[in-house]
């Protein structure tokens, strides 16, 4: 069982409200993704980051921004949150050893709900 | 394009029973393809990973299986349980670990009755 973490669970709030979503890690892992997935579809890379101070856009555009000011914390931000957005949210994280598979591991997810 | 198909969408078998589940990838350049079983409302957990000289590789009653000539994978699950109704998601990597791209498949959704 991977020691990552995310909160809240679920999520059911209004348009126009900001959250933030939380994951952390206890692994000491550098690496550190956010993913989202709709029900029956495939995950979706919306940001990463590498280490602390660094974060990059993945493949799908979102609205949402990240931070990285701890390794073991990679906060994901919505100013204003939009029907669209509701969806689950998986925060993943990997060692990122040179050589190696890159191994990632998963946390529970957060289920969003915008009304 | 790079692209990872499964099939089928979804199952249902009986307890005790074994199934197969398909992956199609045009993923190139290959790294490695992983097997990730999610139950609902939980992350993806990893079963099984394989780079491109392995065949096969089995986790306790889960076996994969590798044809990189092919492009081609499958997950076979032997003596159904109950908890094994879950999405199995098909993972392939085009490089390995820094800079791995992962390509997500939409999942085989198994239900399993008893």
């Known amino acids: 069982e991977a020691d990552i973490y995310q909160t809240p669970r679920y999520l059911v709030i209004g348009t126009g409200k900001k959250i933030t979503l939380e994951c952390s890690q206890t692994?000491?892992?550098?690496?550190m993704y956010w993913y989202q997935q709709d029900p029956g579809m495939e995950l979706h890379l919306i940001h990463y980051s590498y280490g602390v101070n660094s974060t990059e856009k993945g493949d799908l555009s979102s609205e949402s921004t990240v931070s990285r000011i701890r390794t073991e914390h990679f906060p994901l931000t919505l100013e204003s949150a939009r029907p669209s957005h509701t969806s689950q949210y998986l925060c993943?994280?990997?060692?990122?050893?040179?050589?190696?598979?890159?191994?990632?591991?998963f946390g529970p997810g957060t289920r969003l709900t915008v009304t | 394009k790079n692209q990872v198909e499964q099939s089928p969408q979804s199952l249902i078998i009986l307890e005790g029973k074994n199934c197969t589940l398909q992956c199609n990838y045009t993923v190139s350049p290959f790294s490695n393809l992983r097997w990730y079983k999610q139950d609902t409302g939980r992350g993806p957990v990893s079963l099984t990973i394989?780079?491109?000289?392995?065949n096969t590789k089995s986790n306790g009653r889960y076996t994969a299986t590798l044809d990189a000539d092919t492009k081609q994978s499958s997950l076979h699950i032997t003596a159904s349980q109950l908890s094994d109704s879950a999405s199995y998601i098909c993972v392939v990597s085009d490089r390995g670990s820094t800079l791995g791209r992962l390509y997500f498949g939409r999942g085989t959704q198994l239900t399993v009755w008893p």
């Open positions: 692994m000491g892992h550098d690496k």
């Open positions: 993943a994280s990997s060692s990122g050893t040179s050589g190696r598979i890159d191994e990632q591991y």
């Open positions: 394989m780079t491109f000289s392995e």
